[in-house]
């Protein structure tokens, strides 16, 4: 159970970081879905900050789509969540598509440093561990766990702050089954563990938190949760821009973020890639309400 009972919602409008538009309304669906209604149901005290919206122009760079604008809009996250961990409150954060995870993590590793690292439970079909060496689309939000851990692209979550990098021993990687080969060779050089959807079918989904949890939490001040929507398979969570067959079941993701809210171990979190113009009937996004619900201690019984 979360013990901080003063939420954030932060939203970011990004979809420049993908190749299919419509998930820069992302946020707006998932509000839409009751999430602030629900968490005040549970308890919380609720204050929503509105939305980052990208600049409307910006210059690329080689393997770098929309590089200017994707750093400006996570360095706009990182003041956000920087204000938020100040006032003593929990950060949630809403995109649009993955990159904003480079933003919102800096703010949270940066803030609780002095006391120590953080852990990171990264929930997503794809590694998010590219370069612009490596990629084969130039989309940065294929790269943001591979920037906050250091390695790279380093304009991701350098903001003139002097980065704090999060250290691989406490980063996990779950549910990964569509995983680029380059991108997958830098995580085992790098020490990242990584439980495959292969694993999970092996080992369950109880065994494998219980090890993530493990990994990002002793040692650590706290875990981070990054949940990208198109881990789950999407006879689930059709409404995302790079759905994957064959991923985790809705059961199986709402198991993840409950074991999660039961370590007492989440201190932020965000809930990306819902793209509405892909959805059916908001179904995408009522199902990423729940899991914040659930992550923050909603029980069923």
């Not at 961990?85 to 440093?113: E, M, Q, T, W």
């Not at 612009?132 to 920037?147: C, L, R, V, W």
């Not at 079918?201 to 650590?220: C, F, L, N, S, W």
């Not at 793209?275 to 059916?280: H, K, Q, T």
Request: proline share 5%.
């Amino acid at each position: 159970m979360n013990k901080n009972r003063k939420l954030d919602i932060i939203g970011a409008q990004m979809d420049l970081g993908a190749s299919q538009k419509g998930v820069g309304m992302g946020p707006f669906a998932v509000r839409f879905a009751g999430l602030v209604a629900g968490l005040e149901e549970m308890g919380y005290e609720v204050r929503d900050k509105g939305d980052v919206i990208p600049p409307l122009d910006g210059m690329s760079r080689r393997g770098l789509m929309h590089y200017d604008q994707v750093v400006e809009t996570n360095r706009q996250i990182y003041e956000y969540v920087k204000e938020s961990l100040n006032d003593g409150r929990f950060p949630i954060v809403l995109g649009g598509d993955h990159c904003v995870a480079a933003g919102s993590i800096s703010a949270v590793a940066k803030h609780y440093a002095p006391q120590g690292e953080i852990g990171i439970i990264w929930i997503d079909a794809h590694g998010d561990w590219n370069n612009e060496k490596t990629t084969d689309t130039g989309n940065m939000h294929g790269m943001p766990f591979s920037a906050v851990c250091g390695y790279g692209p380093d304009g991701m979550v350098d903001f003139g702050q002097d980065p704090h990098f999060v250290p691989t021993a406490h980063c996990v990687q779950v549910a990964g089954h569509a995983l680029d080969k380059p991108e997958a060779a830098r995580m085992k050089e790098a020490g990242m563990h990584v439980f495959s959807m292969h694993d999970i079918d092996r080992m369950g989904m109880t065994e494998v938190m219980k090890e993530a949890i493990r990994i990002a939490g002793e040692g650590t001040v706290g875990i981070h949760l990054s949940f990208d929507v198109d881990a789950i398979t999407p006879e689930y969570a059709p409404g995302t821009g790079t759905p994957v067959p064959d991923g985790l079941t809705a059961r199986e993701a709402f198991l993840a973020v409950e074991m999660l809210a039961e370590s007492g171990k989440l201190i932020s979190m965000d809930l990306v890639e819902v793209n509405p113009v892909l959805d059916e009937k908001n179904k995408t996004a009522i199902l990423g309400a729940k899991m914040i619900r659930s992550a923050l201690g909603e029980s069923l019984y």
